[in-house]
């Protein structure tokens, strides 16, 4: 069974950093795009980054450009998405998900997310 | 700056057929947008639907069908049920990695 399970999300302060991580199973990682895409209280979902498993990206959103960074582990079923100057609107719940294919022919399997906030 | 545009709520009636469409504020929306569409209910991770504009994901009934009409994307509903009320995101490649969502339509069903 294919899983995605996001972990770090916590309450920070405006301007701080945080460091969310992704651990997937079940099927083979390396052959497959990932995106992070976040939703905010109220809001629909928002495509943040993605990456392909054959060597592009990672691209991202104009609007975390500059501020968020996303990786895949070296040796790890693993994907990580650093996250810098954080500001009250990044308060969000975060999804990393599978693509149906080496990168965007539609997205497949969603994690469960987990949640950032960003407040004083 | 493109936007991805969704009706903001529909109404079906019980075994009827509803579509929901998916466009672009500048421009059409062909297969190489590899459009997409996801169900959400309150509280839930989004559910895979359709991608690649056609294809159904495993597991969705087969009263979910993706198109393309005219210039936008499109998804039906045929033989709506009461738990098909729900409501539903389409994402679009833009191309160069970047991957858009749309504002997604509240499907009622009365």
């Known amino acids: 069974e294919v899983q995605l399970l996001e972990s770090g999300g916590v309450l920070v302060q405006p301007g701080e950093s945080l460091r969310l991580s992704c651990a997937a199973s079940?099927?083979?990682?390396?052959?497959?795009?990932v995106s992070w895409v976040r939703q905010g209280p109220g809001k629909g979902p928002e495509w943040l980054s993605g990456?392909?498993?054959?060597?592009?990206?990672?691209y991202y959103a104009d609007s975390v450009k500059g501020r968020f960074t996303m990786s895949r582990g070296t040796s790890e079923n693993t994907l990580y998405l650093q996250m810098n100057s954080l500001r009250a609107e990044d308060t969000a719940v975060y999804h990393c998900?599978?693509?149906?294919?080496?990168?965007?022919?539609?997205?497949?399997?969603w994690g469960l997310g987990t949640t950032v906030s960003v407040s004083s | 700056q493109t936007v991805v545009t969704q009706e903001s709520s529909l109404s079906v009636s019980p075994g009827a057929t509803v579509t929901l469409t998916c466009g672009l504020s500048?421009?059409?929306?062909?297969?190489?947008?590899?459009p997409s569409w996801y169900q959400q209910n309150p509280g839930q991770s989004p559910r895979t639907l359709i991608y690649s504009t056609t294809s159904r994901s495993s597991g969705v009934p087969d009263r979910f069908s993706g198109s393309i009409l005219g210039k936008k994307a499109a998804l039906t509903i045929t033989g709506a049920q009461a738990d098909d009320e729900s409501t539903y995101y389409c994402v679009l490649y833009m191309g160069s990695g970047v991957v858009l969502f749309g504002g997604g339509t509240k499907l009622t069903v009365l």
């Open positions: 500048s421009g059409s929306v062909s297969t190489t947008n590899y």
């Open positions: 990456i392909s498993s054959s060597g592009g990206g990672p």
């Open positions: 998900v599978k693509h149906q294919s080496s990168y965007y022919h539609g997205f497949d399997v």
């Open positions: 079940g099927f083979t990682f390396s052959n497959f795009g």
